[in-house]
């Protein structure tokens, strides 16, 4: 279902209902209400409005989501130690309470791990970030409606995880913007 945008929650869209109800008003003579406005201007102005500030509003506020923290697409590589079995995770993105990724094995739920973050080029564990986690949830993996041999894994970092999650997502993040 695609998301519709609401015009009436936004104060600088109202403001312009309000503009074009004064105005066409004036045109017309008499009074022509706030509903009669709104919807003419929707129908008039609206996607071309919605263009342009939507589009402005991406553009400045990087950090505006509904979600208490910003998740980010996890550019490095992760791996997932249980007991001594390190295994090799896909991941999907990150923020500062979850870590989202795909495995090959099914993991139970509550189980703590190690999570390695390294940079997908190297080939040891040299210059890597090692944390506690524990596994929230997991879920079979469905691509196009086939169910895979794949999980969807969500894990939790340890509080210790989150000064080191802060300076990869900023890292991250800021590569991201200047590559």
Not at 36 to 46: H, L, P, S
Not at 69 to 90: E, M, S
Not at 125 to 131: D, E, G, H, L, P
Not at 135 to 163: D, F, M
Request: net charge positive.
């Amino acid at each position: 279902m695609k998301k519709r945008f609401s015009f009436l929650k936004d104060s600088r869209a109202l403001a312009e209902i309000r503009k074009h109800k004064w105005i066409e008003s004036e045109k017309r003579g008499q009074e022509i209400g706030f509903a009669t406005a709104a919807v003419d201007w929707i129908k008039k102005y609206g996607e071309a409005w919605k263009k342009v500030y939507l589009k402005e509003d991406k553009e400045h506020d990087l950090f505006i989501e509904k979600r208490r923290y910003r998740r980010f697409p996890l550019n490095l590589g992760l791996v997932i130690k249980k007991d001594q079995i390190c295994l090799t995770a896909v991941p999907n993105d990150i923020n500062l309470e979850a870590i989202s990724c795909k495995i090959v094995e099914n993991l139970p739920t509550d189980t703590p791990v190690e999570i390695i973050f390294k940079h997908k080029d190297s080939v040891n564990y040299a210059n890597s970030i090692r944390c506690n986690a524990r596994i929230l949830r997991v879920s079979p993996y469905h691509k196009h409606g086939l169910l895979n041999q794949e999980y969807n894994l969500v894990l939790i970092p340890g509080e210790a995880c989150r000064n080191s999650l802060k300076e990869i997502l900023t890292q991250n993040y800021v590569s991201s913007i200047t590559n």
